[in-house]
């Protein structure tokens, strides 16, 4: 009988490692996603969750250490990261002049579609989102989730293999919030994409993520799925009770006062 061959994780790290002046804000950290799985990086503003996921979308390049996503080595391949990935950044990337469609239309002449498969794919993304009543809206008169859903829509284009979202509900109202963890859910569950998304909600994490990494000053503390992370700590356990019992601190608290000192003059002055 011949052995099963065994597809590589969408995303594995390696030691990776970013510092600013000699301050890291992310420092040696592993771990790796199965294709069509959703990863959450969880912690406090300031652990580094961002960080990571821009030096894994190559926006920022590792002091050390590497990884591959989708076979692809982060520092030395990264335009063929850039064409397998999808990135949804915590800033505002729509343009409020110009309506949903547009939007769509300038990404997808930036991704390279050609123009019978751009239009096609607008249409697709637009009705997967939800905002095809509205696209021809401009996107100044867009509640917060529906900008946040068009910037999905934007990153989904090229159908990418794997998606990263950096904080993809902070500022958005319950509804919203619940409207948007629906559409992610079935992305991954119709579509198989695989997702990392950074977040301190917990509810959001519990709901969404089949693992999560929670971070504190720049380290992975501990990474498991949520139900195993919770019976370890106790019966009655929450995702914010697990990251206090590995830190000590909560997760809406974040780095310490020197910390964040330290690490703020050295950003300051990098360059």
Known sequence: MPLQEIDPPAIEVF??????????????????????????????????KTTTIKMLTTLLPPTSGTAMVCGYDIVQAPSYVRRTIGYVPQLLSADGDLSGYENLLLSGKLYGLPRQQREKRIREVLDFMGLKEAAHQLVNHYSGGM???????????????????????????????????????????????????????????????????????????????????????????????VFMHYTGTSIKEGDTYTHVKQRRRAIAHRG
């Open 15 to 48: 030691d990776l490692t970013r510092s600013y002046n000699g301050v890291p804000a992310v420092e040696k950290i592993s771990f790796q996603v199965p294709h069509g799985s959703v990863l959450g990086l969880l912690g406090p503003n300031g652990a580094g």
């Open 147 to 241: 900008i946040r859903r068009l910037e999905i829509a934007q990153a989904l284009l090229h159908l990418p293999k794997v998606l990263f979202l950096d904080e993809p509900t902070v500022g958005l109202d319950p509804a919203a919030r619940q409207v948007l963890w629906h559409r992610i859910q079935v992305l991954r569950e119709q579509y198989g994409t695989t997702i990392l998304l950074t977040t301190h909600d917990m509810d959001e994490a519990d709901l969404l993520c089949d693992m999560v990494a929670f971070m504190h000053l720049g380290h992975i503390v501990t990474m498991d799925t949520p139900a195993k992370l919770k019976a370890m700590v106790g019966p009655q356990a929450t995702l914010n009770n």
